[in-house]
């Protein structure tokens, strides 16, 4: 389950996807609006212009950009109208979003946007984590990553098996959570996004640099049938082994973790 939303009439939603959103530096600039969920802007690609990024709608593409969606007054978009030059330099419309509600984006034009890198995952100054072990437990990845909402997205990642077949640090056949690529099975987790401070963080608790875990892109997909791209930490081979168990105290957390995201 996502942040809850609230109520409101939909031409006074605006969904942000770069400086604008929670800590970053043009945050201020929606003083007084109200913080209603995370969503996603459909068929659509983020581009990075140095400081700040740029999306354009791309119909038909199944990319997406992570975003956050704040209730704002008639005086709140005027100023962010002046922020965003538009209708200038950025156009703004009502669209369809994820959640199945609408809300103002800002879009730019592929003139501006040509010769510029994509943003890793749509989504600017952050990325999507697929956790599916103890980092589910919002108590540990709080602990972990200070930097953390609060929020997630329980989803499902097809073609991966879980297993505790990561061999943990204390030896005596414990283990973690890791997942193994199976064409027939599929796995479910939470989707958090995480700063790119907390990213480093976790890299080093899963051992990246020490060849214990690696990045993997994998394919979620949403209770509400949503897929898009996220990063999951996979063991190495070399850090893994069947039949191996996991203690009562790493048990619980998964488990508290499951049941908090349904």
Known sequence: NSLMTHPINQSNRV????????GEPNHQWLNGAIFAGRARLLSAELYSLTSYPMAVLRPGSPQV??????EIDAEGLDRLDLLEGYPNYYDRQILNLSDGTMAWVYLGRDAIVE???LVEFGDWASTPIFSYGSNM???????RCPNWDGSGLAARVDGWRWGINKIANAGNGQGYAGITQDPEAHCWGVVH????SDRQILDRREG?????????????KTSKGEIFAALAYVPEPAFTEEGLWANS????RILNGAAHWG
């Not at 996004?193 to 790119?196: A, D, F, M, V, W």
């Not at 990246?208 to 979620?220: D, E, K, L, P, S």
């Open 249 to 252: 105290e790493y048990q619980r």
């Open 208 to 220: 990246i640099a020490t060849g214990h875990y690696r990045h993997q892109i994998v394919t979620v």
């Open 137 to 143: 437990a919002p108590s540990q990845l709080q602990q």
């Open 15 to 22: 969904f942000v996807y770069g400086s604008l959103k929670r």
């Open 193 to 196: 996004h995480l700063s790119r």
């Open 65 to 70: 950009i992570h975003g956050e969606v704040f």
């Open 115 to 117: 010769g510029h890198e």
